[in-house]
T-cell receptor, first 112, second 114 residues
Framework: QQQVKQSPQSLIVQKGGISIINCAYE??????FPWYQQFPGKGPALLIA?????SEKKEGRFTISFNKSAKQFSLHIMDSQPGDSATYFC???????????FGTGTSLTVIP | EPEVTQTPSHQVTQMGQEVILRCVPI?????FYWYRQILGQKVEFLVS????????KSEIFDDQFSVERPDGSNFTLKIRSTKLEDSAMYFC????????????FGPGTRLTVL
């Protein structure tokens, strides 16, 4: 069973544009939703995370929007830059457990 | 900034051989994890470890896998008899006692089984 579904699989955005990546989850026990950024040959690096008690969290150009009733959350990258080109993974975990369930990843390419 | 380190960066082995992947978690972290990522696929959980014992493991983590914290700094993943399908990137992660959810990942070890 796929706990976290992520889309799109790949995304091409012009420099300065907005990148939007979406994730949906099934398990209502999840209470922590991080986004990880991964460059080729590197490990995933925590980018931003949200808990379900808020609907939005913003850190610089990165914003998570969270819709608890729809069981969806998304990552918005404003003013996308070529340096943002990477693979982005959403994930989810439960309060009582510590396993991360990762989405399938989105390969983002920002064209100069 | 503290970081998780892993060695080796790349390990090539013959099918059926044993391999040990090593990790040094962030020093004040007490929860440790192994994940794997087959090329081009998502990151998959293998096992979590706390207080010298496994706290959670996935279906992937069968009898050929084991983990150990042999001393105060290292955390190892052993694969007893490697298979071709074990070829993947293996990531170690660690987290603090109070912030279990915030896991910090190492750079990974690329395991190639021939």
């Amino acid at each position: 069973q796929q706990q976290v579904k992520q889309s799109p699989q790949s995304l091409i955005v012009q420099k300065g544009g907005i990148s939007i990546i979406n994730c949906a989850y099934e398990n209502t026990a999840f209470d922590y939703f991080p986004w990880y950024q991964q460059f080729p040959g590197k490990g995933p690096a925590l980018l931003i995370a949200i808990r379900p008690d808020v609907s939005e969290k913003k850190e610089g150009r990165f914003t998570i929007s969270f819709n608890k009733s729809a069981k969806q959350f998304s990552l918005h990258i404003m003013d996308s830059q070529p340096g943002d080109s990477a693979t982005y993974f959403c994930a989810a975990s439960m309060n009582t457990g510590n396993q991360f369930y990762f989405g399938t990843g989105t390969s983002l390419t920002v064209i100069p | 900034e503290p970081e998780v380190t892993q060695t080796p960066s790349h390990q090539v082995t013959q099918m059926g051989q044993e391999v040990i992947l090593r990790c040094v978690p962030i020093s004040n972290h007490l929860y440790f994890y192994w994940y794997r990522q087959i090329l081009g696929q998502k990151v998959e959980f293998l096992v979590s470890f706390y207080n010298n014992e496994i706290s959670e493991k996935s279906e992937i983590f069968d009898d050929q896998f084991s983990v150990e914290r042999p001393d105060g700094s290292n955390f190892t993943l052993k694969i007893r008899s490697t298979k071709l399908e074990d070829s993947a990137m293996y990531f170690c992660a660690s987290s603090e006692p109070l912030w279990l959810n915030e896991q910090f990942f190492g750079p990974g070890t690329r395991l190639t089984v021939l």
